[in-house]
């Protein structure tokens, strides 16, 4: 029977499956980071229980830690402790843990494909909801809660019961300055942020197989927040090219075999899914959050939406408690709001391609007067990167703020944080209420977006700029 | 993991849609290496102003529903992240069980493993017990056979899968049954590392 590529993960990683379908999952790759795993090493010394696998995990700090100066560690106490509580656990039970001064520590969803931890084929859990970031190598990855970390610890497998199948295809070219940012945004604007809900998403088409790996683990990054449980995007050469010679990739005969088997991961043709949905390249713009959940979406052009002209109640009072959150009146044009703080980074748009796109854009300008710009690398490996190419001088040179790497800004569990009320263009994933600081307003948008509104002060047409 | 099988409570109305886990528990509770206390920092934003005083008229700062079981709430409840501080603060506050039209995967999957029951129902009888709700009536849910009473002769049925609801009237550790099919999963893991070597 014709499969899909979930279809042949998922069958392909099935231990045991109960008559209501409740299936056991053999894990392959588990990530860990210091915020959704003390509770999970407790619960394994309570009952006396050890990591199975500890070779098949790997464990990083990026979420509490501070993004400026390090030498003298971590000033706030708790972050500290939960900081130091992972290198403890990493120690107690044999797992490979890259800490505050590793060079090699970043945001977990970009070192796990930085270090070849990511391959196709693979099952990969982390207690986070972007792991579906992995999805991009045509790895069926996705984010737990902290019992079912402690469950894959002890056991390298996980309760599941089946996703259903969603395509979708973007075919033909994207527009110039249009990015793989705003085709998930526009993907998640089209069909809301319960619209993969008990789905797996295959992205398809044209335009996915020209994106980089980057820029597809931009798309699949932002899975979650269309609601699936994960993105998928078939391996090509570009995949095998992107994981060779990588520290943890499969070497000599080893490489061969796995070449092998990745060469047999994509969707058959004739394959069934339960949804479809085909887009055209052409069709989308650069793409600009207005309210506080990342499916209230407008085209740079576009306007704040009027909920006068909404049918629908529910509809109708959300857009109401957004537009009053977020300070902006009914149809104001997107190009008209003043922005306070820029921010680069994150999971979603915090790699080197990323970095190297915003250089472009702000080389020999400033930023404006009345914003506050940053660049967080997604890594140590990033910011090296970027230093070798001179991206970094750029940056200052321009009037931007260097960081080191973590979550920073995405969610503000360091102190990067926005004050209450000010407005920023940031390339993260979420814009949910007090997501970057209490009362703080979050436009999600592309890197080079983001860096032209840090030029301008306010949102601008891309396509007009390159 | 407490056991859950009949629960008869008022219930808590909060008929927003994508209440995400972000507005459930904000960030700065997310420093904690522990599971509990976090029933204070339930709703953080909406339930105290910015100098900490409890807001007057969120639904759970007032009597009787500061003492709700049940919470009800709108569409897509528990989006964004995958934080199981988010059920944790649920379960400290009080809340067992939630009734929405439907709920984002990481969170409902989260909430059986901390003995919370999230029951989907279909919008027209979320809106008939939001309604009840506000009138301050008794719930009774009925885990056993899969009814909500609410006072009258017409209960609602939903819909739990089996293995979950197992675990659920039994208060089982999940980890403790994989753990039974131990043999399963290393025979498994044998042949997986003669088939895809390079994993291991």
Redo the contacts between chains.
């Keep these: 029977m014709a499969k899909t590529l979930y279809d042949k993960i998922w069958e392909s990683h099935l231990v045991d499956e109960q008559s209501d379908g409740t299936s056991l999952l053999y894990i392959d790759r588990h990530l860990v980071h210091e915020v959704t795993s003390p509770q999970a090493f407790e619960g394994l010394r309570l009952s006396n229980r050890k990591v199975k696998l500890p070779g098949s995990t790997l464990a990083v700090v990026d979420h509490n830690v501070p993004t400026t100066d390090r030498s003298k560690g971590i000033a706030d106490k708790e972050s500290a402790i939960q900081v130091e509580t992972l290198s403890k656990n990493c120690k107690d039970f044999g797992i490979e843990f890259f800490g505050l001064t590793d060079k090699r520590q970043g945001i977990v969803h970009v070192i796990g494909p930085e270090q070849g931890f990511t391959q196709p084929g693979m099952t990969i859990v982390c207690g986070d909801s972007h792991t579906s970031t992995h999805g991009a190598f045509g790895a069926l990855a996705f984010g737990i809660g902290t019992s079912e970390v402690e469950h894959v610890l002890a056991t390298q497998t996980l309760i599941q019961s089946r996703a259903k199948n969603f395509k979708i295809s973007v075919d033909g070219k994207l527009p110039l300055g249009v990015t793989a940012k705003d085709v998930i945004l526009s993907i998640i604007g089209n069909i809301g942020t319960a619209g993969g809900t008990g789905y797996v998403i295959e992205y398809c088409g044209e335009v996915f197989r020209n994106f980089s790996m980057e820029e597809r683990m931009t798309v699949c990054n932002m899975s979650i927040e269309a609601g699936a449980r994960a993105g998928l995007v078939a391996p090509d050469q570009k995949t095998f090219n992107y994981i060779k010679g990588r520290p943890l990739a499969p070497k000599g005969e080893n490489w061969e075999k796995a070449l092998k088997y990745w060469s047999t991961l994509y969707t058959d043709k004739d394959a069934k899914f339960d949804r479809e949905l085909y887009l055209q390249g052409k069709d989308i713009e650069p793409t600009v959050t207005w309210g506080t959940s990342p499916q209230d979406t407008a085209s740079i052009n576009g306007k704040v939406p009027d909920p006068n002209l909404e049918k629908n109640e529910d509809r109708k009072k959300s857009i109401l408690r957004s537009l009053d959150y977020m300070g902006l009146e009914p149809n104001t044009a997107i190009q008209d709001i003043k922005i306070d703080k820029v921010f680069i980074g994150s999971c979603t748009n915090g790699r080197i391609e990323d970095l190297r796109e915003v250089a472009k854009i702000v080389k020999g300008k400033k930023v404006n007067k009345s914003v506050d710009a940053i660049v967080v690398p997604g890594s140590g490996l990033v910011k090296l990167q970027a230093e070798k190419e001179g991206l970094d001088k750029i940056f200052k040179d321009s009037g931007f703020d260097w960081r080191e790497p973590g979550c920073s800004m995405c969610l503000g569990m360091n102190p990067d944080q926005l004050k209450p009320k000010e407005r920023c263009a940031s390339t993260s994933n979420r814009n949910f209420e007090g997501r970057q600081g209490r009362g703080g307003r979050t436009h999600l948008v592309s890197p080079v977006m983001a860096a032209a509104a840090a030029i301008e002060g306010k949102f601008v047409d891309i396509r007009k700029i390159i | 993991m407490e056991k859950f099988t009949k629960l008869k409570s008022i219930a808590a109305d909060l008929q927003?849609?994508?209440i995400?886990t972000?507005?459930i528990i904000?960030?700065?509770f997310?420093?904690?290496?522990?599971?509990t206390g976090l029933g204070s920092a339930l709703f953080y934003?909406m339930r105290y102003d910015?100098k900490g005083n409890e807001i007057k008229n969120f639904i759970l700062n007032n009597a009787p529903f500061n003492k709700a079981k049940i919470l009800i709430s709108?569409?897509?409840f528990g989006?964004?992240?995958?934080?199981?501080h988010a059920?944790w603060a649920l379960l400290d506050f009080g809340i067992r069980c939630i009734i929405a039209e439907?709920?984002?995967?990481?969170f409902y999957?989260?909430c059986f493993?901390?003995g919370i029951l999230p029951i989907i129902l279909p919008e027209n009888q979320v809106k008939e017990l939001s309604e009840a709700a506000k009138k301050n009536k008794e719930i009774e849910i009925d885990l056993i056979d899969q009814k909500i009473h609410k006072g009258d002769n017409r209960p609602f049925d939903f819909e739990i899968?089996?293995?979950?609801k197992e675990c659920l009237l039994n208060g089982y550790?999940?980890?403790a049954l994989?753990?039974k099919?131990?043999s399963?999963?290393n025979s498994?893991?044998q042949r997986?590392k003669n088939?895809?070597?390079?994993?291991?």
Excluded: H, V
Excluded at chain 2, 79 to 84: H, I
Excluded at chain 2, 161 to 164: A, K, L, T, V, W
């Design positions: 927003i849609s994508n995400d972000d507005m904000p960030k700065q997310l420093k904690t290496i522990k599971r934003e910015e709108g569409k897509n989006c964004g992240s995958s934080r199981e059920p439907s709920f984002a995967d990481i999957n989260n493993k901390n899968e089996s293995f979950r550790d999940d980890i994989t753990l099919k131990d399963k999963i498994f893991e997986k088939l895809t070597p390079w994993l291991y």
